[in-house]
């Protein structure tokens, strides 16, 4: 048997950064995101939205890679809300998205990070909270 312990935040917006996810809506996406994750052998940590993008906290498990576990996040997500039309409007997330490992010692200090996206987001949009982590980890955006 292996051991594996792989945590990973996650982060990924809606096509276009379109303000789809309301306040009504918000609890009913990431429960739903939760239970399908967790039927697909995925263990979520820690969810949290914005209108315009989702942050997510989740272990990556020994046989899964991490382009699977986003496209069974993503990709399910959009295709049950659109056939649950649980938005007026095609839902649809854009293709691109946010990964990085976190380590043990800062599990707790994203876990508090991503609850916390309400405050965070009074003092920062989403398109530079995203510039800032691609630059922190050394992504070249515009090249």
Not at 21 to 49: C, M, Q, V, W, Y
Not at 80 to 91: G, L, R, T, V
Not at 109 to 134: C, G, P, S, W
């Amino acid at each position: 048997m292996s051991f594996v312990k792989v945590m990973i935040h996650a982060v990924w917006g809606t096509k276009n950064k379109q303000n789809l996810i309301t306040a009504e809506i918000r609890p009913i996406l990431i429960n739903h995101i939760r239970d399908n994750a967790k039927i697909k052998g995925i263990f979520i940590d820690t969810l949290n939205s914005q209108p315009d993008h989702v942050h997510c906290l989740f272990a990556l498990n020994a046989d899964m890679a991490l382009s699977k576990a986003m496209n069974l996040i993503k990709g399910e997500s959009s295709f049950w809300a659109n056939k649950q039309q649980i938005i007026k409007f095609h839902f649809e997330w854009a293709d691109d998205y946010f990964a990085a490992s976190v380590s043990d010692s800062l599990v707790n200090k994203v876990r508090n990070y991503i609850l916390n996206q309400d405050e965070h987001h009074r003092k920062e949009a989403f398109t530079d909270e995203y510039n800032k982590f691609m630059k922190s980890y050394g992504f070249d955006i515009h090249g």
